[in-house]
């Protein structure tokens, strides 16, 4: 059985709205984890806190600020 190539864990704060707005950062926050997970490093636990800035986001904004951060942490996979 194969293990888990990382885990996620994403955290959004009251402060950020209400249910229905932080349920949806969450979301979109999994989505653009899962869309990537192969650029992602192994063996890794990725805990992402979502800021206010980011509820104001369209899905393309956000994934292109996720990928920036991932680089910046030196979580992706070197391109091949």
């Given at each position: ?46 805990i992402v806190i979502v800021r206010k800035p980011a509820v104001d986001m ?23």
């Open positions: 059985m194969k293990a888990e190539p990382f885990r996620l864990g994403v955290s959004a704060s009251k402060k950020i709205g209400n249910a229905v707005v932080r349920n949806r950062m969450r979301r979109m926050v999994k989505e653009i984890v899962r869309a990537h997970k192969e650029r992602i490093v192994e063996k890794i636990d990725l369209k899905m393309k904004e956000l994934d292109k600020s996720m990928l920036h951060v991932l680089k910046r942490a030196g979580l992706l996979k070197a391109p091949k």
